[in-house]
């Protein structure tokens, strides 16, 4: 099996996905433009290792070990030479991610997947026109990978089914949590998750309802603690006796009186409903309840013990 990629890009979230690969045990090529990139981010990457080695978090290797999977590749030409996946982190600008596009795309093997890890930019933006337009996505992750594992795959107009599911297994395989937008969308999912929550954060504050300090108090010490290792929905799922259809016939007509304002807001009870519900079925509720009252417990005793010391 192909165990080679290539890193277009080093600095800080190029390191971390370098550091990602090689923990997982691939081949790692990294390469950047800018004098004198490479051998910082081997500096940094060095250090990140070392700290990452003293937690435990390198699957039971030392620094060392993963450190040396990861090469500086003289051109760009090098780090493709023979790879299964590119990661692209070149900077956030359409014009440079089309250039580097048309050539990774006529540099690297055919059947390679390239990705981007652009926050910003859609696919679409910086494949078009290209020949492999079909093995071209966003693989766009929380900065440091490393240490988040979420993973956003967003397909252009033309990108395959095949090099979503390829990239889908690669994600898992290197420990990341792979996160498929269907489509193209401004803002993928994370940002747009991101957005609405600092929209109604920005308001609470405008409107004199909340400092912005109580307002972090908020997410900090309130919804934070359960979305650490639940979502929205099954949050939802676990705060009424009959679940999600419960959720939305106690609590819908007020969220709806709360979100009076936002256009196009969408109608909890309408045939969504349906497809959050089918989605979490499968498990017993008071057991799933109980799990998460003894993950908050954890989760409560580590954070006193940080703010303890």
């Not at 990457?45 to 999977?69: F, K, M, T, W, Y």
């Not at 766009?140 to 089914?161: C, K």
């Not at 799990?291 to 303890?308: T, Y």
Request: proline residues 5%; hydrophobic residues 40%.
């Amino acid at each position: 099996m192909n165990r080679n990629i290539a890193i277009i890009g080093a600095g800080l979230i190029g390191q971390s996905w370098a550091i990602t690969f090689a923990r997982a045990g691939y081949n790692a090529a990294l390469f950047d433009t800018q004098a004198g990139a490479v051998e910082a981010a081997h500096e940094q990457i060095a250090r990140s290792c070392g700290s990452l080695e003293e937690l435990d978090l390198l699957s039971g290797q030392n620094g060392s070990e993963v450190c040396a999977r990861i090469r500086s590749a003289a051109s760009m030409e090098d780090a493709v030479d023979g790879v299964c996946y590119v990661q692209e982190n070149t900077p956030e600008n359409v014009e440079v991610k089309r250039g580097i596009f048309a050539d990774l795309d006529r540099a690297t093997p055919k059947d390679a997947v390239i990705a981007s890890s652009t926050s910003a930019l859609m696919p679409s933006q910086f494949t078009e026109g290209l020949e492999g337009a079909h093995r071209c996505l966003v693989a766009h992750p929380l900065n440091p990978p490393h240490l988040i594992p979420a993973v956003e795959l967003v397909p252009g107009p033309l990108t395959s089914s095949e090099t979503m599911e390829t990239t889908t297994r690669l994600m898992q395989a290197i420990r990341q949590t792979p996160i498929r937008t269907l489509r193209e969308v401004e803002g993928f999912i994370m940002n747009r998750l991101q957005g609405a929550i600092l929209d109604e954060a920005f308001a609470l504050v405008d409107q004199g309802l909340a400092s912005p300090q109580d307002v972090d108090a908020a997410m900090r010490d309130g919804l934070a603690r359960r979305w650490v290792f639940m979502g929205p929905f099954e949050t939802i799922d676990l705060n009424a006796p009959g679940g999600v259809a419960d959720f939305i016939d106690r609590y819908g007509p007020a969220y709806d009186r709360i979100g009076a304002h936002r256009p196009g807001r969408t109608d909890w009870s309408g045939p969504v409903s349906d497809s959050v519900i089918n989605a979490l079925q499968g498990y017993d509720r008071k057991t799933r309840s109980n799990w998460r009252d003894d993950r908050l417990a954890k989760l409560a005793k580590f954070v006193g013990e940080e703010k303890e010391s």
